[in-house]
């Protein structure tokens, strides 16, 4: 198991055990973190998992794909450490990471 | 008697319909009634990366099972409903039990449209839909084995590319005149078409079947010319139907689909419809129908639950829809049906290219291959309701993100 924090908008913090393997997106939805809708359930169809990464884990998080890179170009309020959160495999080295999810994820 | 939500179908729109209900802050029970064994799980990869094996079965789960019963949802599996006694306000299950209900969700989906010939019950012949029907598939999807698709849909596609993908010899039979002629422009066809003779797939058009034949197991596929087509296995996938006769049974207004207003009501107050069997006002095009997405049952799902506790409407979004077919993605936004006029951007020769389709200069529909940016460019522009013209997007010169911020400034 591997620790990740997924802060809200509003600053709540919520922690929860992702398993090695699954998406931080899977993570959360399993976990019934709000946030993050996941609507296409994975498939980089839908841009609905939008997360901040902290920047000190971002380069842990593995390259972005060109596929992930159009779709965040078109999300609102993206950051340089935005990603979706579908495109991001749980490994141990991520323990401890701490996402933050946008306002909305339209 | 307390407030009580019972949801009949515990598909993508009924789990999404539960799973809101608790977020909005619904505190009356809640039940949520389904014929599968399985808790509600996402439908999409069934086709795609569960029937490749890349996916473990709880990885289809919208919540894990233990869930429900943590979120006081009361969720009955194998359960199918007799009856809706709206006199009575209750459901009548199969099994004898009736629940009571203050909300009536009918969330029953759709089922495969049957084969309608002779032979279609021979063993080996198979339906996409359910995560029953893929587990008794997978067995016999072996490499080496003769697969014949019937119907060249989305479905059907999807599982001639992953055939490919583990080895099988497939030969695909449409009896339109092109693939996907039902849901796309001829472009598109010709690309889908092109992509899986590359694969090694057999695509036949214009093409009618007679009937399967076989002892026990189906052996053959009989064209109306005679020819026969040796297989070892048939999948069905020539469109679904809505499950509609529970509501037609209780008096419940239905066309195609149950009918349904924006929030998802039937012509009973305490009755809403949602995901494929709900047939729905499509508010960026003035007309109503019927779809069968992804987008259509969690959109409904939200807004039947935002409803039922009195919270504002969810906006509703243009709708969209994907395939998986090989390497390529395609991205769909908008509704294409009516259109008279098609520009292509990109070249499908590059396997990266979009068409966007119009009808009277209108602005109403595009199909994006590996084209994200197309994609949600035309989302949010239909969204709109932008001037978004023929001209603009067949300029490849510019953007497609500055072609959509001066659509919209217009």
């Not at chain 1, 993570?27 to 498939?43: F, L, M, S, T, Y």
């Not at chain 1, 380069?59 to 495109?87: H, I, W, Y």
């Not at chain 2, 869930?67 to 709206?86: E, G």
């Not at chain 2, 209900?101 to 002779?118: C, D, E």
């Amino acid at each position: 198991m591997v620790k990740i924090t997924y802060i809200d908008h509003e600053g709540t913090r919520r922690d929860v055990d992702a398993k090695v393997g699954e998406s931080v997106m899977e993570a959360a939805v399993r976990n019934n973190i709000p946030g993050i809708d996941a609507d296409c359930g994975g498939a980089c169809a839908c841009a609905t998992c939008h997360v901040y990464v902290d920047p000190e884990y971002l380069p842990k998080t593995g390259e972005q794909e060109a596929m992930e890179q159009s779709m965040l170009d078109f999300a609102d309020a993206v950051q340089d450490n935005s990603r979706l959160s579908c495109q991001i495999s749980v490994s141990d080295d991520l323990e401890g990471l701490v996402v933050t999810t946008p306002e909305s994820q339209h | 008697m307390s407030a009580s939500v019972v949801i009949i179908g515990a598909g993508q729109a009924g789990g999404q319909a539960a799973v809101s209900l608790r977020q909005f802050g619904f505190e009356g029970e809640i039940h949520l009634v389904g014929e599968e064994a399985a808790p509600p799980y996402q439908r999409p990869p069934l086709s795609k990366d569960y029937l490749k094996g890349k996916l473990e079965r709880e990885r289809l789960y919208l919540k894990p099972r233990e869930f429900y019963a943590d979120n006081a949802i009361t969720l009955h599996t194998d359960a199918r409903v007799a009856r809706i006694d709206r006199d009575e306000k209750s459901v009548v299950l199969e099994s004898g039990e009736s629940l009571n209900y203050t909300k009536l969700i009918i969330a029953t989906g759709s089922r495969p449209r049957p084969l309608p010939l002779p032979g279609a019950d021979l063993d080996q012949v198979f339906d996409l839909r359910t995560l029953a029907d893929i587990d008794a598939l997978k067995p016999a999807m072996v490499a080496g084995k003769r697969l014949l698709i019937v119907g060249a849909g989305y479905i059907g596609l999807e599982a001639a590319a992953v055939a490919r993908e583990l080895g099988l010899e497939v030969t695909v039979l449409e009896m339109a005149e092109r693939v996907l002629a039902r849901v796309t422009s001829t472009v598109m066809s010709d690309f889908y078409q092109a992509l899986h003779e590359s694969h090694g797939a057999a695509i036949r058009t214009g093409i009618r079947l007679s009937s399967l034949k076989g002892e026990g197991a189906v052996t053959h596929g009989v064209l109306a010319d005679g020819e026969e087509i040796p297989c070892d296995l048939v999948l069905v996938g020539i469109g679904i139907l809505p499950n509609e006769e529970l509501a037609v049974g209780a008096g419940i207004a239905c066309k195609n689909g149950i009918l349904v207003d924006r929030d998802t009501r039937t012509n009973d107050g305490d009755i809403y419809a949602i995901g494929d069997c709900a047939h729905r006002p499509l508010v960026h095009y003035g007309r109503d129908g019927r779809l069968e997405s992804v987008h259509n049952a969690i959109e409904q799902g939200k807004i039947a639950a935002a409803h039922i506790v009195g919270k504002d409407r969810p906006a509703e979004d243009v709708p969209w829809f994907w395939s998986d077919q090989y390497n390529i993605k395609l991205q769909i936004a908008g509704l294409s049906q009516g259109y008279d006029e098609v520009v292509v951007r990109g070249d499908p020769a590059n396997e990266s290219f979009a068409v966007f389709y119009f009808a009277d200069g209108k602005f109403i529909s595009v199909d994006a291959v590996n084209a994200p940016a197309e994609f949600l460019s035309a989302k949010r522009l239909i969204a709109a309701d932008a001037a978004l013209t023929p001209a603009d997007v067949a300029d490849e010169s510019v953007s497609m993100k500055d072609i959509m911020k001066t659509a919209l400034a217009r």
